[in-house]
């Protein structure tokens, strides 16, 4: 596919549907930046100005299409103790430094590691973030007047009902409009973005931070600017698989890490807090039609001039349509066939979710969750790996000669059964190692076979070693110990 035909597949395939699933998520991402600005302490304008540059920056760097992306709680908690220390400057230096990080991950193809993540850790990522989407929504469910009520109510019965009378035009923009018409008319007593905080009116100015430009500023700013890099791109790489998996598409892995670094490198001058991928926003997006660069790109400017040209009909937009939309991502997102999985999918597939689960609700922390799913799935590869691991022992008529067939894979978690199924205390005049059908992948199997051939020339004992594959004996020949390479190169 040329430059000009992908130009026009990502940029100018969807017009309609791109168009009119921004507007949706613009008006969604308004109370959301202002939330994550408040968790991070700063004033709201950060959040807004954060979402504008990136969700724009990132429609034309990044490499999923059709995915959101904007100031976020992920990384916003991050940033809490640094703003409250040093304040808002050294901020905007860790967005920046978390920018080029971004960017060289996305350079040393740091993309690819999310093959080792299993399907098991992204569908507990996957129903946390649903868990977490509901829970932010409690501060406008509890306590609030009967009306805030009946209008989520009312908002999901949009949401869900009217796609069957037209999908001509997305619900849950539907939901706002006539949810704001309702509020105004009715004159309700329900809370509306105006009271989240002061909105912007005017357009974001480029600065440079203001710190000092020293060792000291550095070894201050940069654990939270490699955590949030770090953050920023679990989050995004793990969105961009399902978004993948939603619009039935591929994403350039490698590239969305440099489009997120370039985004937030330029936001820091903007005077925007760093940000990422967002699922609830890429979600809405997709389900409202939207699957190209553009929606993206409408989504924050149209977020732009929403501050700038109706800042005053945004602040009357009711909290409650807002909350009915992100009560829709949250089902939406959540994985429901997962519930009925744990009846029919192994154990330990189930728990590697179920963990994944609790521990990014329980901590709200993405990459410990995901960090504790990986491991689990680590652990558990490596156990079943090692449970089809055999040695054959084979002994001549007059029992003076042993040869041993290793079958498997040689590492960590077989080397012990390796060495135990060796007759080290019998009377042997030669002892024939055959390792024509396993494999040697790291030093602890290594040092199992050096051991091995150490314990049987201590006993007098001739051991010879066969069948090593090309990488098994480029391993030993670079690691073992003399004896064992010896015996190696001749036995190859």
Not at 349 to 378: I, P, R, W, Y
Request: proline share 3%; hydrophobic share 50%; aromatic share 8%.
């Amino acid at each position: 596919m040329n430059s000009l035909e992908r130009y026009r597949r990502e940029w100018l395939c969807n017009l309609r549907g791109d168009l009119l699933a921004g507007i949706v998520v613009a008006l969604a991402l308004i109370p959301e930046a202002i939330g994550f600005s408040i968790i991070a302490g700063v004033d709201p304008k950060v959040g807004l100005y954060a979402s504008f540059s990136i969700a724009v920056i990132i429609s034309i760097t990044g490499g999923r299409p059709g995915m959101i992306s904007a100031a976020t709680a992920a990384t916003a908690v991050l940033m809490v103790s640094l703003v409250r220390d040093h304040g808002l400057q050294y901020l905007l230096a860790a967005t920046v430094l978390a920018g080029v990080l971004q960017v060289l991950a996305g350079f040393a193809r740091l993309g690819h590691a999310m093959r080792f993540v299993s399907g098991s850790v992204l569908t507990g990522f996957v129903n946390a973030l649903a868990i977490l989407i509901f829970m932010a929504q409690f501060p406008e469910l509890i306590g609030k007047t009967w009306e805030t009520y009946v209008m989520i109510a009312a908002g999901l019965a949009i949401i869900y009902l009217f796609p069957r009378i037209s999908k001509a035009v997305p619900s849950p923009l539907v939901c706002i409009v006539v949810l704001t018409l309702a509020s105004l008319t009715l004159g309700l007593d329900v809370r509306t973005v105006g009271d989240l905080g002061e909105l912007p009116s005017s357009l974001p100015r480029f600065l440079i931070p203001d710190v000092p430009y020293t060792l000291d500023t550095l070894w201050i700013i940069l654990p939270y600017s490699a955590g949030v890099a770090a953050v920023g791109l679990l989050e995004s790489l793990l969105t961009a698989s399902i978004v993948d998996q939603m619009t039935d598409t591929r994403s350039d892995k490698n590239r969305e890490c440099v489009g997120q670094g370039i985004a937030n490198f330029c936001t820091g001058f903007l005077g925007g807090m760093a940000g990422c991928a967002m699922i609830g926003q890429s979600v809405i997006n997709v389900k409202s039609g939207g699957r190209g660069r553009l929606s993206a790109f409408v989504a924050g400017s149209f977020l732009l001039c929403l501050l700038l040209l109706l800042n005053d009909w945004v602040r009357m937009v009711p909290m409650p349509a807002l909350v009915a939309i992100m009560i829709m991502v949250s089902i939406g997102t959540f994985s429901w066939s997962s519930i009925n999985d744990l009846r029919t999918h192994p154990r330990r597939s189930s728990l590697v979710m179920l963990a994944t689960v609790f521990t990014v609700v329980g901590t709200h922390n993405l990459a410990l969750g995901v960090g504790v799913g990986v491991l689990l799935s680590g652990i558990f590869f490596a156990w079943k790996v090692s449970q089809i691991f055999r040695v054959v022992s084979e002994s001549s008529q007059d029992g003076r000669v042993r040869t041993y067939t290793i079958l498997g894979q040689l590492f960590f978690a077989t080397a012990g059964e390796f060495l135990e199924a060796l007759d080290f205390g019998e009377n042997l005049d030669s002892v024939r190692i055959d390792l024509s059908h396993a494999h040697v992948w790291d030093l602890t199997g290594v040092g199992a076979i050096d051991r091995a051939v150490l314990k049987f020339q201590a006993q007098k004992v001739d051991v010879e070693l066969v069948g090593l594959n090309q990488a098994s004996a480029t391993i030993m020949g670079k690691f073992a110990l003399r004896e064992a390479r010896h015996i190696t190169a001749s036995g190859h």
